[in-house]
């Protein structure tokens, strides 16, 4: 095996240094992976705005650091819907998975508060959210919205995806009893 050449060496260096000083870094906003993620998660509409305005590409970025997650899939995860809505209007992938296969409409599902989930969930679905869709773990977002007791979301779900079929309807049970 040939060694590399010297100049990819230096040029690795620096970028190396970089990230061991992120990472030893306790400013946490200094961990995000890009600007638009940090606005997702602090849900700063504002700076979600600047963000995009300076750098477009960074919609659907989403890095191997971070499992994959996009600032849409962190904006659903942290309930944070005005983001969620501008990042969608602005053309982001509604369907956009993470390494394990999850989407925003799942992490819009597991959210705790139900009335945000509906929200996000309206918004992902009427920009094409695929209601069916399953992870890895094999859960999509009607299981996940049943396993959080979020009845209204699972009736949601449920219309939005009718011939999908999950634990509730398998064993006809009420979503609440899972």
Not at 2 to 22: C, D, H, I, S
Not at 84 to 112: H, I, K, V, W, Y
């Amino acid at each position: 095996m040939r060694a590399p050449p010297p100049l990819l060496l230096l040029l690795a260096l620096p970028l190396a240094a970089a990230q061991m000083a992120v990472n030893d870094v306790p400013d946490e906003r200094l961990k995000y992976l890009t600007e638009l993620h940090r606005a997702a998660v602090e849900g700063d509409e504002a700076l979600a705005r600047a963000a995009l305005a300076a750098d477009p590409l960074s919609i659907n970025f989403a890095g191997a650091d971070h499992h994959w997650v996009s600032p849409l899939y962190a904006a659903a995860e942290h309930g944070n819907v005005s983001v969620l809505r501008l990042l969608l209007e602005a053309g982001a992938d509604a369907s956009q998975e993470t390494a394990d296969g999850s989407t925003p409409l799942l992490a819009a599902a597991n959210f705790e508060e139900e009335e945000v989930a509906m929200a996000m969930a309206r918004l992902l679905l009427a920009a094409g959210a695929d209601p069916a869709h399953r992870n890895q773990q094999r859960y999509n977002a009607k299981k996940v919205a049943a396993e959080r007791g979020h009845t209204q979301l699972y009736r949601l779900l449920r219309e939005a995806a009718p011939g999908v079929v999950d634990g509730a309807a398998r064993r006809n049970r009420n979503p609440k009893e899972l």
